[in-house]
């Protein structure tokens, strides 16, 4: 890296990808592998909330959705 100066997180991400490309070892890549998998997540959804899941994008495509500012107000009422 370049003398100890901060990189930016797009600099950082060009340079591990230009050192990568060069890479020849197979059990480097494969701990790389390791390491980028250990931060992925996967969720696997039971039919119920995949249903669920379905019926509020297509609420939230026809404007069925309350704002930020209107959730606010419903639960300041609710308080009262």
Partial sequence: ???SKVMTTIALKKYLISK???LEDDL???KLKEIVKK???VYNLSDYQI???AKSR?????GEF???EEME???EEWLK
């Fill in 39 to 41: 931060n992925e997540t």
């Fill in 1 to 3: 890296m370049e003398n």
């Fill in 73 to 75: 107000k419903k639960v």
């Fill in 58 to 62: 297509k609420q939230f495509e026809n």
């Fill in 28 to 30: 480097v890549l494969e």
């Fill in 20 to 22: 990568i490309n060069l």
């Fill in 51 to 53: 249903e669920k899941v």
């Fill in 66 to 68: 309350l704002t930020e």
